[in-house]
């Protein structure tokens, strides 16, 4: 499967993203529980990292988002809607300016932060050695995957980078894909999205172009597929991205 324009998802795909999204959605919670809560913070904070998605026992991310599946605009929404039935009085512009904290602290954390996911520096080496066109579709926020990208090393093997703020419609919408492929001159069939949630795959579907699913992020075993290849680690996306 040679193609002229190979796209990744960030989070679960190239980057750790129960690491990486655990301790964001912790302090996000934790901040936001300081702010609001006169008492029981505990609880209040419970529930937020809850809401954003993760699971307090095992502390992984839920395979159903948001966070990590859904953009940021719509999960500051979820989490004031959520203080907003507790009894507390949140805007969207309080849990914005929250995220913008917690933004500033994670860049001065983030080595700590940012863990790449095993084979990935050799895979992207051997693709970009290739001439292929290497490029990134995330939810998260350009800014930040940017920073990613920087801090992790990864952005000398990437052509591009785009964002949920960067188009119209994140994830499962084809825009992400469309302007990607409109930027480079590459058609839907010289593309191929690789990604580790059933969003991705939607999104590459809605885009009329070729899926790869890799299981190191969001895919749960008891997750019903109905289609697409879907394998283990970045070992067997080579296999099948450089044959």
Known sequence: MIKKLVVFDKDGTLIDIHHYWGKMI?????????????????????????????DVETGL?????????????????????????????????????????IDRFSIIAAKTFIKKLPGVDVLLSTLKSNGQKLAIATTDLHSRAEMAMDISGMNKYLDGVIGADDVQSSKPSPDM???????FGVASTDTVMVGDATVDQAMAASAGVDFIGVKTGLFTADQHISSGCWVDDMAAVGSLLCK
Request: hydrophobic share 50%; charged share 30%; glycine share 6%.
């Open 61 to 101: 991310l839920k395979s159903s988002g948001p966070v990590g599946i859904r953009p940021r605009v719509e999960i500051v929404r979820l989490l004031v809607d959520a203080l907003n039935e507790k009894g507390f009085v949140a805007t969207e512009a309080e849990v914005e300016d929250v995220f913008q904290e």
């Open 26 to 54: 912790e302090l996000r919670a934790a901040l936001i529980a300081d702010r609001f809560a006169v008492k029981d913070k505990e609880s209040l904070f419970k529930m937020l990292i809850n809401v954003m998605g993760l």
């Open 177 to 183: 894909l469309l302007a990607l492929m409109d930027r």
